[in-house]
């Protein structure tokens, strides 16, 4: 596989991934797919995407850097966006955050089996304390 297709399939799978396409999202990724060191399957994959949705309504991934070096892809995602109470841990309840999530995928057959990924907690929390500190400044 070209880097060149290896790209156009990862830029169809994130297509999918904002579509909430979940019937197709097989086309994509390998029924035994690994994520951050766990074997969590297709289905495992496909629920983990669906709590992020219901988690953040308006979750759109946006490819801020794509490098294709086959089997491997390595992207940052940008996200803008309002989850709904919890996320990561954090106390969100509806602010709007941006953030970005690092993340590598190996490919095999053209889907993915494995991914690593990181996201950028550290960027939310400093949002967050942004917001606390111009709540209370606008309170006094």
């Known amino acids: 596989m070209t880097p060149q297709h290896l790209s156009k399939v990862y830029r169809g799978y994130i297509i999918c991934l904002n579509a909430q396409d979940w019937k197709s999202l097989g086309r994509f990724v390998h029924h035994d797919v690994r994520h951050n060191g766990r074997q969590i399957g297709l289905s495992g994959y496909r629920e983990m995407l669906e ?19 086959p089997p491997y892809v390595s ?28 993340v590598i995928y190996e490919f095999r057959e053209a889907k993915i089996v494995e991914v690593w990924s990181v996201i950028d907690k550290p960027a939310i929390e400093a949002q967050l304390r942004f917001s606390i500190n111009q709540q209370q400044d606008a309170a006094q």
């Open 51 to 69: 709590n992020d949705f219901r988690q953040i309504p308006d979750l759109s991934f946006n490819i801020q850097l794509l490098i294709s070096d």
């Open 75 to 102: 992207s940052r995602l940008l996200f803008d966006c309002t989850p709904t109470g919890e996320f990561l841990g954090l106390k969100i309840d509806g602010k709007q955050v941006s953030f970005t999530e690092n």
